[in-house]
Structure formats: C-alpha cells, structure tokens
C-alpha cells in the first residue's frame, strides 16, 4: 500500500542554515512523489515532484529533493533557510494505480528562528 | 494567476445537519478532487471527480457524502448528516488533465467544524 512518513513534526532552523525536512515512502509500484508546502491561510502549493526521470529534482523557492530508492526516501532541503520558508510542508506519493489520489504525509511544520 | 478558491473558510453546524461545501476550480480544469485534513493528521483522499461522474473515492466517502458539478463553474461537496467526526479541513483540488504527472492546484480549505 502507498504511505509516506515524515519524520518530526515541527522543525526549526535558523535563518541561513540549512533546511532538511525528511520524508520516507512506501510504495508498491515504482512511484510518483511530491512536496507540497501551505503558507497560513492558503491552499497547498506543489513544491516538486518526482516522476522517474533524474533522481535530483529541484523545486521552486531553492527547494530540491533526491530520491533515493535504496532508502526509499525523498527528503526535501534548501542549502540556505530564509524567513519566507516557515510554512508546514507535505511529502506525498501517487496512488498505486497513478491515478488521480495523492497520498499524504502528516505534514512538517517549519518554523524560521532569526 | 487562476487559483481555486473554497467558501466559505469556516462552517460550524450542528450535529445531524446537512452541509455544502463550494469550490470554483481553474476555468480550464477537468479534473476535480476532495481532500480533508483532520486536525492534527494527515490529509487524506476523498474523491475525484471528471467528467460529470466520480472517478474513485476513497473509504471515507460514505453514503452521507456527494459530489456535484451543479453548474460550469462550482464544484461541491454535500455531507448529508454530519457527524462529530466530520470536522475537518476540507480541501478541493483542480488539474487541467488526470493522472499523477498533472499538477493538483489546491484551495485555501473550508474549515468545518461539528458541534
């Protein structure tokens, strides 16, 4: 069955240091995975995705995420936090027939410290 | 920029009442979808939605729930007889084709909250 497990459920890092928010999935078909990130009232906003083509995606905002299927993880980075980056963040996967469902983590919160 | 947009941003009702939740998808979008988030847990698949007709829904998406395309624009969701368990974050989603490889654009939520 497809999951995802994000690791730590609020994180805090200073301004400038780097961003590392953890997300690991199950998966029965080789997936489709995806960051969403929600800034305080407003909808989630697709951050990256990955479909199988390079293992290194790169996002909007500085975001990037490997996928590494020898640890079936796609952890999400930014070499550099800036204060605009505190928001909760959703790792997710397709559903196992990649139809439409996406299957969500429960979510990081990510708070900036100056 | 097109953006999906939800009302309202937060419904209380009571127990045992009727509710519809409204999204405006992106004009050129086919495909629609439901998502809700308990407080505190993850947020989990409902429906979707194409065609005039439910594509896939998920366990949740019992018999008190429906979903209607009324007009060109709106997109529902009706909880016939809402229960404690039913607050919360109601998300809608849109995508301009289906699949996971077509990005889902996502409302700001309607908050519901049971009493």
């Known amino acids: 069955a497809q999951s995802v497990t994000q690791l730590g459920s609020h994180v805090s890092v200073s301004e400038g240091a780097l961003v590392l928010l953890r997300c690991n999935y199950s998966?029965?078909?080789?997936?489709?995975l995806f960051w969403y990130v929600q800034y305080p009232n407003q909808g989630l906003q697709l951050l990256l995705k990955?479909?199988?083509?390079?293992?290194l995606v790169k996002g909007i905002n500085g975001f990037e995420a490997e996928f590494k299927k020898s640890e079936t993880s796609f952890h999400l980075t930014k070499p550099s936090a800036h204060m605009s980056d505190a928001a909760e963040y959703f790792c997710?996967?397709?559903?196992?027939?990649?139809?439409?469902?996406?299957?969500f983590g429960k979510g990081t919160r990510l708070h900036i410290l100056p | 920029e097109p953006e999906v947009t939800q009302t309202p941003s937060h419904q209380v009702t009571q127990m045992g009442q009727e509710v519809i939740l409204r999204c405006v998808p992106i004009s050129n979008h086919l495909y629609f979808y439901w998502y809700r988030q308990i407080l505190g847990q993850k947020v989990e698949f409902l429906v979707s939605f194409y065609n005039n007709e439910i594509s896939e829904k998920s366990e949740i998406f019992d018999d008190q729930f429906s979903v209607e395309r009324p007009d060109g624009s709106n997109f529902t969701l009706k909880i016939r007889s809402t229960k404690l368990e039913d607050s919360a974050m109601y998300f809608c989603?849109?995508?301009?084709?289906?699949?996971?490889?077509?990005?889902?654009?996502f409302g700001p939520g309607t908050r519901l909250t049971v009493l």
């Open positions: 997710a996967v397709s559903g196992e027939n990649r139809d439409d469902k996406i299957i």
């Open positions: 998966s029965s078909v080789p997936p489709y």
């Open positions: 990955y479909t199988s083509a390079a293992t």
């Open positions: 989603a849109s995508s301009e084709q289906g699949g996971p490889y077509n990005e889902q654009f």
